[in-house]
């Protein structure tokens, strides 16, 4: 009904009578239907793979079944562990091999030489020094004969794997996919203004040795001025380009070309920030040589990364048309693209880049991101203001009036926003407090019930509870329905400004929420829908299928991506609230402004409470066996595990310390699980109970990570002494050298032993490090000891010299100066896993996966 308001104006205010609340089902199952349709079937598209017999009629095509066969041939040598005849022999013999293929049927405008590099050095790893001795490079440069430009494109993947691993995602996977797009490009007869130098790297897992070694010192690295870095952090599915540049943004405008364009800002800033666990050779190339690039891997099937079960069977052959398609398309174009002449005249700041569904691309630079953010707000902001003018003018209700509901229910949202987080987090903590974290490890479906249900039930239950109680109010339904979307719209403006203002780029996806909404409000306007009851739901709801359609993709992304991940993250922290958040932030996306068209149903109470009856139904299940997080060789849970033989000794060189042990390193949040497992191995001891009384707990620490998860890592002593493989390793003080007075002394020392050992320094007595032969960057940044050196070599297993210089002004050198500790990991022989280890090994559960080798630490004062 209407009536005359005092302006003279017919007022529409009528109560509509709401919608059975059983068309709340089919509500919900229209977003559902559209993600399984749209979402869940795009993210898992592949290409269909060419094979041998397309070969004929597709000349110029990456062949998938190719790379497929090459896969199959490298994964047949076994695990490639820098130090291992393997790697540094048996793959060199392979990549000669396949050069020699490429040769054979190669054009004859080309050339391609081959060269294998072997280096030595050192640079920071984060917090410790990452040393290299003899490690290998196997490097293919790919030009037209008699082109003299000097400016390359380099294609780097690398060939080494994790102990026990076969390496055929990671990243055995990009290796391949690298051979044959130099095999495809290197027969077809195509111009190419630009050399190629295709970098098979032999030492990334060391970490990223190799790539340090060519940047730093390979006769080619000065001319390498653009790079597509090739690796892997799953097995299969789509890669993604996840870095670019930086400051380089006209790399995109050549990457959007790609048949299968898979990127996104989010993961660039999450990986820089440091919140993915993991690092890449794009860093290296960057940091050390200066290369802008594009930084690509796998990331979809992560629960076998890094692990045995990262074989050739699990990858899918389509997966190779896919990134085969992509790099190839790629090589071609930044090998004759303009800007690797002068690559500084176009550095120009940071990229914003996204695809959508894989469909197309789309880039823009962090300037152009900044104006567009502000205009949209500017806009936004607008058309609340005349919505809020014309609900006024059609309600009766004067402007004030509207101003005045409009802050209640800002307030409203504002709150209903942070009840969702805090519902969300709620259920983070009382699921890590029951010890039933990573429920959804396995079975992702649980986290709707566990996190997205939480914080609808959130987001909706105030507002239902506001709308109930002011029935009678002149403003209409639907104009209250609208206040709470542009409430909600007028916090993501705020949080885009915010984002945008300390220059996060991922604002975008803030912005395109706003975006969509602006749309739906101006066609309201526009057509006068906004007046009527349902009318507007409809402008609405169309204009979200876009959004929800690109946020779940995203959301669902990330979620694949961080889950695997979960279970190699430590034990520190709380793998919940990583994914309580996660869902908290895309749920402001994607159901920010579905949820307020729940209050046109009826029994909307009872609508909103079914949500937080789903969370505890879900709640539920996660902490019966139905929510248990592992399962045999698809999603395992992981451990690392030494058996040791450590020897302490005291100043006069007698000692103090000498037995044998387990040092089991848990890597994930549920490290008790197999605790009746590990403490039938023997008395168990946390790690962190000797850390303040030895050097870096005296143990064997394989990196500087092992140190931080000292607190959740067991030391279990036993009996049995491991069976090393070959001599332990020894340190020799050569001789001591008095520098200046009697104030300052140098120490000369030597050190043999297996291909990968950690060298942990500390000054006693007041004496101050003054000097080293590693890298000395720790000493410039004058940083306090203990510190902590890990070495590696390849080929090259010649002594290991080094000098420490320190400085006594307190006291005499009668006094101990150095304590020094060495540990020894034998990490790719088989006898490490024979006799006593084995033994253990067997008491761990089937749905485990324990990378183990065996290991000595030895520590002495001088």
């Known amino acids: ?54 070969e004929a009629t597709h000349p110029r095509d990456f062949i998938a079944q190719r790379a497929e066969d090459t896969l199959i041939e490298l ?64 490097v293919v440069r790919l030009r037209e004969k008699g082109n003299t ?103 995109m405008k050549y990457y959007r070309k790609v048949p299968h364009p898979f990127a996104n800002t989010l993961g660039e800033e999450m990986f820089q920030a440091g919140l993915i666990p993991s690092d890449t050779d794009f860093r290296i190339f960057r940091d050390y040589g200066g290369v802008p690039g594009l930084d690509m891997a796998y990331i979809f099937n992560g629960y076998v990364y890094h692990t045995k079960f990262d074989r050739l069977n699990v990858f899918p052959r389509a997966s190779f048309q896919h990134t085969g398609d992509n790099v190839l398309a790629l090589t071609r174009a930044l090998a004759n ?54 609900m006024s003018a059609r309600s009766g209700c004067s402007w004030n009036a509207v101003l005045v509901r409009f802050g209640i229910i800002f307030g409203i949202q504002i709150v ?174 994607f159901a920010g402004f579905i949820v307020p068209l729940i209050m046109f149903f009826r029994k909307t109470r009872t609508i909103v409470l079914c949500f937080l009856a789903g969370t505890i139904l879900f709640i539920i299940i996660a902490v019966t066996p139905a929510g248990f997080p592992y399962q045999a060789k698809t999603s395992v849970q992981r451990y690392a595990l030494i058996h040791v033989h450590r020897v302490l000794h005291n100043a006069d060189g007698s000692t103090r310390i000498d037995e044998s042990g387990i040092y089991v390193y848990p890597q994930d949040r549920r490290y008790n699980i197999a605790e009746d497992e590990i403490k039938a191995i023997g008395e168990t001891h946390k790690v962190s ?33 491991p069976a090393v493989p070959s001599a332990y390793p020894i340190l020799t003080l050569q001789e001591t050298t008095e520098l200046e007075g009697t104030t300052q002394r140098r120490f000369n020392f030597s050190l043999t032993g297996p291909d990968h050992m950690t060298i942990f320094v500390n000054v006693k007595n007041d004496a101050k490090l003054l000097n080293w032969s590693f890298n000395e960057t720790l000493i410039r940044e004058n940083k306090p000891p203990p510190h902590f050196v890990y070495f590696s070599y390849g080929l090259d297993n010649s002594a290991l010299e080094f000098t420490i210089d320190v400085e006594k002004t307190t006291s005499t050198f009668d006094t101990p100066t150095l304590e020094i500790g060495i540990g020894g990991h034998w990490v790719h022989h088989d006898i490490a896993r024979s006799q006593g280890v084995s033994a253990h090994l067997d008491r761990f559960p089937s749905y485990t996966y324990v990378q183990a080798w065996v290991g000595t630490y030895e520590s002495w004062y001088f």
Not at 210 to 223: D, G, L, V, Y
Not at 692 to 711: I, T, V
Request: charged share 15%; glycine share 6%; net charge negative.
């Open 416 to 589: 209903s926003l942070a009840l969702a987080l805090g519902l969300a987090l709620l259920v983070a903590v009382f699921m890590d407090g029951v010890e039933r974290s990573l429920s959804w490890f396995t079975q992702m479906w649980l986290i709707i019930g566990l996190y997205l249900f939480p914080i609808i039930f959130g987001m909706s239950l105030l507002p239902a509870l506001y709308l109930e109680k002011t029935k009678k109010d002149p403003l209409s339904l639907g104009f209250r329905i609208q206040l709470i979307m542009h409430s909600h719209c007028v916090c993501l403006v705020i949080l885009m400004i915010v984002l945008t203002a300390v220059e996060i780029r991922s604002a975008y996806f803030i912005m395109l929420s706003v975006f969509f909404d602006i749309i739906a409000l101006i066609i309201n306007l526009i057509t006068k829908w906004h007046r009527k009851a349902y009318w507007f739901a409809i402008a609405v709801t169309i204009c979200q299928i876009l959004p929800f359609t690109y946020f779940t993709y995203i959301c669902t992304a990330a979620l694949k991506t961080l889950i695997p991940m979960q279970g190699r993250s430590g034990s520190s922290a709380n793998p919940e609230m990583t994914i309580a958040l996660l869902m908290w932030l895309f749920s402001l996306m």
């Open 149 to 251: 430009n000097e400016n390359y494109l380099l294609i780097n993947s690398h060939y080494d794997s994790v102990p026990g691993s076969p390496g055929a995602a990671d990243d055995g996977s990009m290796v391949a996919t690298m051979l044959e797009v130099m095999r495809v490009i290197a027969k077809t007869d195509e111009s190419m203004d630009h050399p190629i130098v295709f970098l098979f790297n032999g030492a990334e897992e060391n970490p990223l040795q190799a790539s340090h070694a060519f940047i730093t010192q390979h006769k080619w690295a000065k001319n390498c001025k653009a790079l597509i870095n090739l690796d892997a952090a799953g097995n299969g599915g789509r890669e993604v380009l996840f870095q670019s540049g930086p400051n380089h943004p006209w790399l």
């Open 337 to 390: 693209a303009p800007e690797l002449d002068d690559t500084a005249a176009y550095a120009e700041g940071h990229n914003v880049f996204y695809d959508f569904l894989g469909w197309f691309m789309i880039f823009y630079t962090q300037t152009t991101s900044i104006i567009i953010n502000m205009i949209v707000s500017v806009v936004a902001l607008l058309a609340v203001g005349i919505s809020l003018y014309f």
């Open 1 to 54: 009904m209407g009536f005359k308001s005092k302006y003279n104006i017919d007022v529409d205010y009528e109560v509509p009578k709401k919608l059975q609340w059983y068309y709340a089902p089919a509500f919900f199952g229209f977003w559902f239907v559209i993600y399984l349709s749209l979402v869940n079937t795009q993210i898992n598209h592949l290409p269909k793979p060419l094979t041998h017999k397309d």
């Open 689 to 721: 109970e000797f850390c303040d009384e030895e050097m870096f707990c005296g143990m064997p620490l394989y990196n500087h990570r092992w140190h931080k998860a000292r607190e959740y890592s067991l030391w279990i002593p036993i009996s049995e002494t």
């Open 75 to 138: 994964t047949r040598i076994g695990p490639r562990v820098v130090g291992s005849v393997n790697n540094e022999v048996t793959t060199i013999q392979f990549f000669r091999d396949e050069v020699a293929k490429v040769q054979a049927v190669a054009n004859d405008r080309f050339e391609i030489e081959l060269d294998v590099q072997q280096a030595t050095g050192a640079y920071m790893h984060w917090t410790m020094v990452n040393m290299y001795q003899g490690i290998q490079n196997v």
